[in-house]
C-alpha cells in the first residue's frame, strides 16, 4: 500500500511539474510573440500608415459586446448529481465574450458567456471576490475554482489555500453566494467538499486540473487580470 501511494505522489508532482515547464514555454513564447507582433506594428506605421476600422453587425463566438448592464450568461441546462456527489451541467454552456456583467444561473458559475480576460490560475489565491466573468474564462483554460464562504473553518480555508499555491492551474477566493461553506468548480463540473480532508478534494482536482472537460486545454493561466 505504502509503495503504491508514493507513486501516486511522485507521478502526481511530476504531472505539476510538467505543467509548470509548459506554463514557462508559453510564457517565453507569449513574449517573443508580443515583441515581433510590435515590430510589425512599427513597420507598417511607418511605410504607410495604419487604418483601424471599426465593423458594426458582425456576429461571432469570440466578439466582445459593449459594456451595459447585466447580460444572461447564455446556458440552459440544469445540474445532474453523481454518486460521488459532483455535479455536472447536463445542457449548453455558452463561450462568447462579453465586456458586461453576466447572469449565471449557478453559483459559484461552472462555464456561459464570460470576459475576454482570464483571471490568473496559476496557483492565485484570492482574498476578497473576485469577478465571476473573469474566472469563468480561467475555468474555460481548465482550472479549477475553490471558493468558501465566512461559515468555512480557518483551518480549512488554509489547507486548501495551501494546496492551490501549489497547483498550477487552479485559483481561490472568497464567494458568499453559494449553498455549502466549501465548494470547488470546473468547466462544467462542481462539488461541495465537507473539508480539506474530504477525499473528494484530492480527485475532483486529479479529475478536472487541465481535464478532459477544458474548452481550451493548455491555454494560459498568468497574464490576465491580477488581484
Excluded at 509548470?20 to 507569449?30: G, I, K, Q
Excluded at 461541495?192 to 473528494?200: I, L, M, Q, R, T
Aim: net charge positive; charged share 25%; aromatic share 6%.
Amino acid at each position: 500500500m505504502g509503495s503504491g501511494k508514493n507513486s501516486s505522489t511522485a507521478a502526481r508532482k511530476a504531472r505539476i511539474e510538467e505543467m509548470r515547464r509548459a506554463e514557462r514555454v508559453r510564457e517565453r513564447r507569449n513574449r517573443v510573440l508580443t515583441i515581433t507582433a510590435s515590430a510589425v506594428v512599427v513597420v507598417g506605421l511607418v511605410v504607410g500608415g495604419v487604418v483601424l476600422v471599426k465593423t458594426q453587425g458582425d456576429s461571432g463566438k469570440d466578439q466582445a459586446t459593449p459594456s451595459g448592464d447585466a447580460k444572461g450568461s447564455g446556458d440552459s441546462g440544469k445540474f445532474t448529481t453523481g454518486a460521488d456527489g459532483v455535479k455536472t451541467w447536463a445542457g449548453k454552456l455558452s463561450r462568447t465574450h462579453v465586456t458586461t456583467k453576466v447572469s449565471y444561473p449557478m453559483h459559484p458559475p461552472v462555464g456561459g458567456n464570460h470576459n475576454p480576460v482570464w483571471l490568473n490560475c496559476n496557483g492565485d489565491v484570492y482574498t476578497k471576490a473576485v469577478p465571476e466573468e473573469n474566472a469563468v474564462h480561467s475555468l474555460e483554460h481548465g482550472a479549477v475554482w475553490v471558493t468558501y464562504t465566512d461559515k468555512a473553518a480557518k483551518a480549512d480555508v488554509d489547507a486548501l489555500a495551501a494546496k492551490v499555491k501549489k497547483t498550477p492551474y487552479s485559483l481561490m477566493s472568497p464567494y458568499e453566494n453559494q449553498d455549502a461553506p466549501l465548494i470547488l468548480s470546473a468547466w462544467g463540473h462542481q462539488v461541495a467538499v465537507k473539508s480539506a480532508k474530504d477525499p473528494e478534494v484530492d480527485k475532483f482536482f486529479a479529475t478536472y486540473v487541465q481535464g478532459r472537460q477544458t474548452p481550451e486545454p493548455g491555454a494560459s493561466c498568468t497574464g490576465g487580470v491580477m488581484k
